[in-house]
């Protein structure tokens, strides 16, 4: 046996012997690139005191990454399909490796927000290239499973990241969670190189050029407006790049309807199946990101939770979506996909409206069942969607499937922030406000009112200089105010999460007495080997 893989699975024509190896292998750079986000809202707070990050220098650390990320997966998956998939991730997990070790070494804001976009260049690459060389390396009746544990994985890394970030920081500065990555980044090459089979398309002609410009364009553009204009105004730049986001994406489709070999096609999502399956990644990345992005903020500035003890409360989320994710795997092929990824939207949902109740005397206790409830929903309702996305297209396209998939989550998530954290960022500042009205100089209020840790800040300040009553008046005054915005911003999110899933539950067909014939038929067909 060769130690290279040089062997694609195709010719052989059988079962590749070691793919859930290789799925091991694809798993572990998902996860490096998901908690590359996750761990950052927990490493924030040294970063910012390290670094004297502004509120907008931090909001772009968070958010460079995300930017290129989203701009360039559509093309790099197409690039990836043509030359090669297993290039496109050993390619992308060096450059991500690289950003990370620029990133941990740098001492400016400017240098982390660099290094955070070239990071974002490397996931770009990675994570379409990991549903690709899955689809490419298992056969059609466990593709299923496959994409279940890669689903699985996105929704570990996001409640394993904070977790991850809490261990380093007790000894070692925010820069660890830049190292980390580095060892992770080696094991991934290196198995990729010994367990993931090459993987191409086998007749592709030129890659539609302008078509995959104009996707990088409009979507950059878009994501940037998604940033911009909420957290900072609709100033000039934010207006400029929505501008820029609306004829990019007209001249996009506008192109690809004419292109002979587009870069995607967009009629795809003439499709109910397709169209449905995109739109609920989406919403559903909006409620996790939103609702991920001030939970570890109330954990730790509320609840006073080290960013140790942050992580280890949000496993109960991890294990959920295990148990989502088997529960799944056995309710779909039965089931149909409508009532599985409704059944999961509404689980959201239920999550995000009973944070609603949570206010200044909640303590973790309140927290554990909207967790429970919100990871069993993502185990229950992404897999399906994502199979139904990557079956849309055919073996010639599968990164490109792979980047349709990750471009929704990735939208959906920056729209989480977005939306959901300025709906927070003002409810707080609206609570605190008529909290401590007539008790603060406006200097000192607007300061508090730009976050809850500037909050608590000032409130150390007054500890200071008026006495430690004064103190910790103030800070229960942040704490209560942050406290109800979490509510308040549950409910928006409730709210935008219920009427998706009306719209998801309205486009997903009901599954055809064909499909469940042919499922069927798998199943006898895998019970028959297995015996």
């Excluded at 999550?351 to 069993?376: C, E, F, K, Q």
């Amino acid at each position: 046996m060769r130690l290279v893989l040089t062997e694609p699975v195709e010719p052989t024509g059988r079962p590749y012997a070691r793919r859930w190896w290789a799925l091991l292998v694809l798993c572990l750079s998902l996860l490096i690139i998901v908690m590359a986000n996750t761990s950052l809202t927990v490493a924030a707070p040294d970063m910012t005191a390290d670094l004297g990050l502004t509120s907008s220098d931090l909001q772009w650390v968070i958010d460079a990454y995300t930017v290129p990320y989203a701009a360039l997966m559509l093309l790099l998956g197409a690039i990836g399909d043509k030359y090669s998939r297993r290039g496109a991730l050993q390619l992308g997990l060096a450059v991500f490796g690289g950003a990370s070790v620029a990133g941990s070494l740098v001492h400016s804001a400017s240098g982390v927000i660099a290094a955070r976009a070239v990071m974002g260049v490397g996931a770009a690459m990675i994570m379409p290239a990991t549903l690709s060389l899955l689809a490419a390396t298992f056969p059609k009746a466990e593709r299923a499973k496959a994409i279940t544990m890669w689903t699985a994985t996105a929704g570990l890394a996001i409640a394993v990241g904070p977790l991850v970030a809490g261990v380093l920081l007790q000894d070692h500065g925010w820069s660890s969670t830049f190292l980390i990555n580095v060892p992770v980044v080696v094991v991934a090459m290196a198995g990729a190189l010994v367990l993931v089979p090459p993987s191409r398309a086998g007749h592709q002609g030129r890659i539609d050029g302008v078509g995959g410009l104009l996707s990088v364009v409009s979507l950059g553009a878009l994501v940037y407006m998604i940033i911009e204009g909420p957290h900072f105004g609709w100033g000039t730049a934010a207006i400029t790049a929505a501008v820029i986001a609306g004829v990019g994406l007209i001249a996009f489709v506008l192109w690809e309807l004419r292109h002979p070999r587009p870069v995607l096609d967009v009629r795809r999502y003439r499709d109910r199946g397709f169209a449905g399956s995109n739109l609920a990644v989406g919403l559903f990345f909006l409620a996790v990101f939103g609702a991920f992005y001030y939970l570890t903020q109330h954990l730790q500035f509320v609840l006073g939770y080290s960013p140790l003890d942050t992580g280890v409360r949000m496993l109960p989320l991890a294990g959920a979506v295990f148990v989502g994710a088997a529960l799944t795997g056995v309710l779909t092929p039965r089931l149909g996909m409508k009532v599985t990824v409704t059944a999961g939207m509404v689980g959201g949902t239920v999550a995000l409206a009973l944070l609603t109740r949570v206010d200044a005397g909640s303590g973790y206790s309140d927290l554990v069942v909207p967790l429970v409830v919100l990871g069993l929903a993502i185990g229950l309702s992404l897999s399906p969607c994502t199979d139904a996305i990557m079956g849309a297209f055919p073996e010639s396209e599968l990164g490109v499937g792979g980047a349709v998939n990750d471009t929704s989550l990735e939208l959906g998530g920056s729209l989480g922030i977005a939306i959901l954290g300025s709906v927070l960022s003002g409810s707080y500042g609206s609570h605190l406000a008529e909290a401590v009205r007539g008790q603060l100089p406006s200097a000192a209020l607007s300061a508090a009112r730009d976050s809850v840790g500037a909050g608590l800040a000032v409130a150390g300040k007054i500890a200071a200089q008026a006495g430690p009553r004064q103190g910790a008046a103030m800070v229960h005054a942040v704490r209560g105010a942050f406290a109800d915005a979490v509510a308040h911003t549950s409910l928006v999110g409730a709210v935008v999460l219920g009427v998706g899933t009306v719209l998801v539950a309205a486009l997903l067909p009901l599954r055809r007495r064909a499909e469940a014939s042919a499922d069927a038929t798998v199943e006898r067909e895998l019970e028959g080997a297995r015996r």
